[in-house]
């Protein structure tokens, strides 16, 4: 069992720390106070080739696995850019894998190529205001019309919708009341019609410059072709991007927790009190090295998600549990951060504010932590179903 990186592993994270380093703390701070996608920081992955590390080589991506996708998420988020950073090129790892496995040849290379180059931005539309996490119960409706499927619905926190040209959809083509099991819906990936979607910004706790939307859909066309798979199994194709999601935001979530903990330590060091620096005392030491061994215990749940997931064995209790714990690792880090900072952790100058608002993050999305511990329950320990 061997833990180090591979050499190829640390070239990616040594080559993603250099792209990152333009994009400081600064950066990150403005981007915070004013907002805006950060498009130069998006082009500037884009052009090193790094938003393709797990899309197929035929189509113009990196072909690794899962582990360094997670390792190059983990990196963004760990030089200080945070979940801000991570999630401006989140869906571009993650977000296509159903088209990659079930998509045509076709409609790979039409879609996949420009996604890479960082000529298309994709927001992935699913969660809708009156379903919440209940998938099946989705209401936007497609209706066949000859070459077309029209589309009415409504969608809500769907991130970048604001900035995206193309979208990935997932939408009932059969009523609900005729559906059998995981059946009735069906998976899209089509333009951003802005003269048939309506979308609105939600100002929100943190994150500003990766907006979150509430998007509003009114007889939007869509090609027959750009239907992923067969009509109504959309939901099982969805599933397949379920851990490898799961993993990647738990990698994040302990690259902003290390962030944190990092500036939490420089602070201890140099800050002064009573003459002597404030992280010789042991009510300083000891919350940050509690959050150094979550940290690192979450860490290390992710590498073995990411490695199962690659070995093509079953992950989805290791890629849940890791998301669950390296929320609460990076969460309870970003607090501690901001204690070891006293009074200036509450100055945004200081940067440990906006961590603990982004902390907020992996700890709500993509799942509760109470679904996760549901899951567990019932799929780990065989107890019976509670909700």
Not at 54 to 67: D, F, K, Q
Not at 168 to 186: D, M, V, W, Y
Request: proline share 5%; charged share 20%.
């Amino acid at each position: 069992m061997n833990f180090a990186l591979t050499p190829d592993q640390e070239q990616i994270r040594d080559a993603i720390e250099r792209v990152c380093a333009p994009f400081d703390a600064d950066y990150w701070l403005r981007k915070d106070q004013q907002g805006g996608f950060p498009e130069d920081f998006h082009q500037a992955l884009a052009a090193s080739g790094w938003l393709g590390i797990a899309m197929p080589e035929a189509y113009g991506g990196a072909g690794l696995g899962i582990s360094e996708a997670a390792l190059m998420m983990h990196t963004i988020a760990a030089t200080g850019a945070g979940l801000s950073g991570a999630s401006a090129v989140h869906m571009n790892i993650f977000g296509l894998h159903p088209v990659v496995v079930f998509g045509t040849d076709e409609q790979k290379q039409r879609w996949l190529p420009p996604l890479i180059a960082g000529q298309d931005r994709a927001c992935f539309g699913v969660t809708e205001p009156n379903t919440g996490l209940n998938t099946l119960k989705l209401k936007t409706r497609a209706v066949r019309d000859g070459n077309h499927y029209v589309v009415h619905g409504q969608k809500v926190w769907i991130s970048t919708a604001q900035v995206a040209n193309k979208m990935l959809l997932l939408a009932r083509t059969t009523p609900i009341e005729e559906c059998k099991g995981t059946e009735g819906l069906s998976l899209f990936y089509t333009d951003m019609d802005r003269s048939k979607i309506e979308v609105h910004e939600i100002e929100k706790l943190g994150r500003k410059c990766v907006d979150s939307n509430q998007v509003f859909i009114d007889g939007l066309r869509i090609p027959v072709e750009d239907r992923v798979g067969e009509e109504g199994k959309g939901f099982s194709y969805i599933l397949h991007g379920l851990n490898p999601e799961r993993i990647l935001i738990a990698s994040e979530a302990v690259g902003l927790g290390r962030a944190a903990l990092q500036r939490a330590a420089g602070y201890a060091n140099e800050r002064e009190v009573f003459g002597r620096p404030i992280g010789k005392n042991q009510g300083i030491q000891h919350p940050l090295a509690k959050s150094w061994m979550e940290l690192e215990a979450a860490h290390l749940m992710v590498q073995k998600a990411a490695w199962l997931y690659d070995q093509h064995l079953p992950c989805a209790a290791e890629a849940n549990s890791a998301k669950y714990l390296a929320a609460e690792a990076c969460y309870h880090a970003c607090e501690n951060a901001i204690f070891t900072h006293g009074g200036m952790g509450y100055a945004k100058e200081y940067h440990v504010e906006r961590y603990l608002r982004e902390s907020w993050i992996p700890r709500l999305a993509p799942v509760s932590p109470q679904l996760i511990l549901c899951f567990i329950a019932e799929k780990v320990l065989g107890l019976p179903k509670s909700y």
